[in-house]
């Protein structure tokens, strides 16, 4: 798990925008997306993900497989909802190695489907986007935009998530008020849930952490920061993260926490190079395991929309690695927990440790 939270927060500060904006991004749609990537690689080109993503692609799809199933188990308002698709989109006349598509075959809703990128790169644009749409339940739209499939393009990797759960406890919307938000920007008053109940606790290092159990073995984890998020979120590490989400024990908890709608948008070839990832761009990538043709990654796109209310979560993610040729006794005083600055959110499958998604919310809306 610590591998995984190593690569999400180090690939986070570089994919991030300035610490005041909101942002959101999904670690397992990425880390699925640049795995796929990874086991139709060889040599520096696959040795540079490996690095980034700090685990081979055996051993991520063993993390990423671990989540990509849901618990039925407990009380829910509604039964949880996770789709995943790992598609191979490719041109016709792409040679594509049965060994790699063997490889594919082991990843959580794979697929290789054609697309006409040569004589229509319109319609194959509008095919893959169709597609995340439909696993997105429509939340992410249009993943490629207009003019990103050019001719030249010969294949694409996309992942696709969606998830869906409700709180193991739902807030009671009558308890929901406008109360002070400190954002950035200045106060604002923001639709605010408040709840009084165990929930996993911990105050360490700087931080407080509340974690909402949800329905199908996820739950989600407020991080506030004791002093401002734009001081405390850089200086927070793997190995600190870890020992937060450790920490958190059984403790009656009030709680004040905005709803919040939350997205992110970013091309990911910039903020990879800053981890090391250099010969997937260039003429020098090696797509043996995947096909005789030579390939290279044009550009990595990936959005993200998080929305969070008294019933419960709702995400969707989408990532495209696009290629071309060349969480009776007396109980004690609740510990008042009161979210009215900027924090941060993650969505977890408990088990496993895999962030589904990692949001700063710094002016909820």
């Known amino acids: 798990m610590r591998e995984h939270l190593d690569f999400s927060l180090s690939l986070h500060r570089r994919l991030a925008p300035p610490v005041e904006n909101p942002f959101c991004w999904s670690p397992y749609s990425v880390a699925s997306a640049l795995g796929l990537a990874a086991a139709a690689t060889r040599g520096r080109t696959r040795e540079e993900l490996v690095t980034a993503l700090r685990d081979d692609p055996a051993g991520l799809l063993k993390l990423l497989s671990g989540?990509?199933?849901?618990?039925?188990?407990?009380?829910?308002?509604?039964?949880?909802?996770?789709?995943?698709?790992?598609?191979?989109?490719?041109?016709?006349?792409?040679?594509?190695?049965?060994?790699?598509?063997?490889?594919?075959?082991?990843?959580?809703?794979?697929?290789?489907?054609?697309?006409?990128?040569?004589?229509?790169?319109?319609?194959?644009?509008?095919?893959?986007?169709?597609?995340?749409?439909?696993?997105?339940?429509?939340?992410?739209?249009?993943?490629?935009?207009?003019?990103?499939?050019?001719?030249?393009?010969?294949?694409?990797?996309v992942n696709a998530l969606y998830l869906k759960v409700s709180w193991r406890e739902a807030f009671d919307e009558k308890a929901t008020t406008k109360r002070p938000f400190h954002a950035p920007a200045g106060d604002r008053d923001v639709a605010t849930m408040r709840a009084t109940r165990r929930l996993g606790y911990a105050a360490a290092e700087g931080w407080q952490v509340v974690s909402l159990p949800a329905a199908g073995g996820v739950e989600a984890v407020v991080l506030l920061p004791d002093a401002g998020l734009a001081t405390a979120e850089p200086d927070l590490d793997a190995a600190r993260l870890g020992r937060l989400l450790d920490a958190a024990q059984q403790q009656r908890v009030e709680l004040y926490l905005p709803k919040f709608d939350v997205t992110g948008d970013a091309e990911l070839t910039r903020s990879l190079g800053a981890l090391g990832v250099h010969t997937l761009f260039t003429r020098e990538a090696d797509f043996s395991p995947l096909t005789?043709?030579?390939?290279?990654?044009?550009?990595?796109?990936?959005?993200?929309?998080?929305?969070?209310?008294?019933?419960?979560?709702?995400?969707?993610?989408?990532?495209?690695?696009?290629?071309?040729?060349?969480?009776?006794?007396?109980?004690?005083?609740?510990?008042?927990?009161?979210?009215?600055?900027?924090?941060?959110?993650?969505?977890?499958?408990?088990?496993t440790g895999s962030l589904y998604f990692l949001a700063r919310v710094t002016d909820p809306s």
């Open 67 to 157: 989540a990509a199933e849901l618990s039925t188990d407990g009380p829910a308002a509604e039964p949880p909802v996770l789709a995943l698709a790992n598609t191979l989109w490719a041109h016709a006349d792409l040679p594509v190695e049965e060994s790699y598509l063997s490889v594919l075959k082991d990843w959580p809703g794979s697929a290789v489907r054609n697309a006409p990128f040569g004589t229509a790169p319109e319609e194959a644009r509008e095919l893959i986007n169709a597609d995340v749409a439909e696993t997105t339940r429509g939340l992410i739209p249009e993943l490629l935009p207009a003019g990103s499939v050019d001719p030249h393009t010969i294949a694409v990797l």
């Open 292 to 351: 005789d043709q030579p390939l290279r990654v044009s550009t990595i796109v990936h959005q993200s929309v998080l929305k969070v209310d008294e019933s419960g979560l709702e995400g969707a993610a989408a990532t495209a690695v696009m290629m071309r040729l060349t969480a009776i006794v007396r109980e004690p005083d609740p510990i008042r927990v009161e979210v009215d600055r900027p924090f941060l959110f993650l969505v977890r499958h408990r088990i």
